[in-house]
């Protein structure tokens, strides 16, 4: 079963870094277009960070210069290393495959305080 489960959210104080994580099981994603989604209260799902099978990454106007997108084959993993932490930033995060379906897992949360 494919499954993929975030990890590495929490509450921060505004300027402050955290690392979130995406660990895909059950195939491997190496070939995939990866992203980092959020969702804030109210707000539609956007999409922040991709990430090709080359490391090509691009990034939400939004978060671009704070956001680092990365990626470990190998572990099947991949990463959203987030800086300069704002209120605007608090949401739940998501990975998945810009390339084909896959179910959404649970999402991890992110709250900034200001």
């Known amino acids: 079963q494919v499954q993929l489960v975030e990890s590495g959210g929490g509450l921060v104080q505004a300027g402050g870094s955290l690392r979130l994580s995406c660990a895909a099981f059950g195939r491997s994603f190496s070939r995939n277009v990866m992203g980092w989604y959020r969702q804030a209260p109210g707000k539609l799902r956007e999409l922040v960070a991709s990430?090709?099978?080359?490391?090509?990454?691009n990034y939400a106007d939004s978060v671009k210069g704070r956001f680092t997108i990365s990626r470990d084959n190998a572990k099947n993993t991949v990463y959203l290393q987030m800086n300069r932490l704002q209120a605007e930033d608090t949401a739940v995060y998501y990975c998945?495959?810009?390339?084909?379906?896959?179910?959404w897992g649970q999402g991890t949360q992110v709250t900034v305080s200001s």
């Open positions: 990430i090709n099978r080359f490391s090509i990454t």
């Open positions: 998945n495959s810009l390339t084909d379906y896959v179910p």
